[in-house]
Structure formats: structure tokens, C-alpha cells
């Protein structure tokens, strides 16, 4: 089966940058789609990065458009998502998703705390 797993959150001042990673097994996506997904306390989940098809087509949310990068690396195994100039509105779990086509997301990590102060 597969598996998502997500590393690299932690607490960071605004203006930082921090990397998350998420690795996953059982399984590669380089055709399917990879993405990051965000909720905040008291907010529904939202979208914020996506790297589909073996292309590698890009989609930023527009929150976050021109300070994160998603990229994609070991053919499809992992995903990445490099944030730059943190703003405390940034603060949310974090998680990872995953599926083998390029329209639907079937799997998904567990969620890592991402927490910027002023």
C-alpha cells in the first residue's frame, strides 16, 4: 500500500523560509499529480502547490504564488515544497498528497505543523 510522509515543518520567524519534504512508498507519481494542501486553525483545507503529469505543469495558489516552489524529485517518489518569505497567515498543517493520475488525489500524509510568528 501506499504510504505519504511529511518531514521538515517546525516554527520559523516571518520573513524565513523553510523546506518541507514528503517521501512516499509503495508507489511513484512522476505521471500522476503531487501536491501540498494547508489548513489553518479555524479554516477549511486549500490547495497551495501542484506538480502534475510528466511534464511537471505548475499551480500555485495565489496566497502563495512567487514565494513557494513545489518540485518533484527520485522520478516521482518524493515532493517537495521550498517557502520563502513566511508571513504568519502562512501558519497551518501542512500536508502532502498524491495520485496516480493527473485529476485525483487518492493518498495522503498524516501532516506537518508549519508555525511562522511575527
Known amino acids: 500500500q501506499v504510504q505519504l510522509v511529511e518531514s521538515g515543518g517546525g516554527l520559523v520567524q516571518a520573513g524565513g523560509s523553510l523546506r518541507l519534504s514528503c517521501a512516499a512508498s509503495?508507489?511513484?507519481?512522476?505521471?500522476?499529480?503531487m501536491g501540498w494542501f494547508r489548513r489553518a486553525p479555524g479554516k477549511e483545507r486549500e490547495i497551495v502547490a501542484q506538480?502534475?503529469?510528466?511534464?511537471?505543469?505548475?499551480f500555485y495558489s495565489d496566497s502563495v504564488k512567487g514565494r513557494f516552489t513545489i518540485s518533484r524529485g527520485n522520478a516521482g517518489s518524493t515532493v517537495n515544497l521550498q517557502m520563502n518569505s513566511l508571513k504568519p497567515e502562512d501558519t497551518a498543517v501542512y500536508y502532502c498528497?498524491?495520485?496516480?493520475?493527473?485529476?485525483?488525489?487518492?493518498?495522503w500524509g498524516k501532516g506537518t505543523q508549519v508555525t511562522v510568528s511575527s
Open positions: 509503495g508507489r511513484t507519481f512522476s505521471s500522476g499529480v
Open positions: 506538480i502534475r503529469g510528466s511534464a511537471g505543469t505548475l
Open positions: 498528497a498524491a495520485g496516480s493520475t493527473s485529476y485525483m488525489y487518492y493518498y
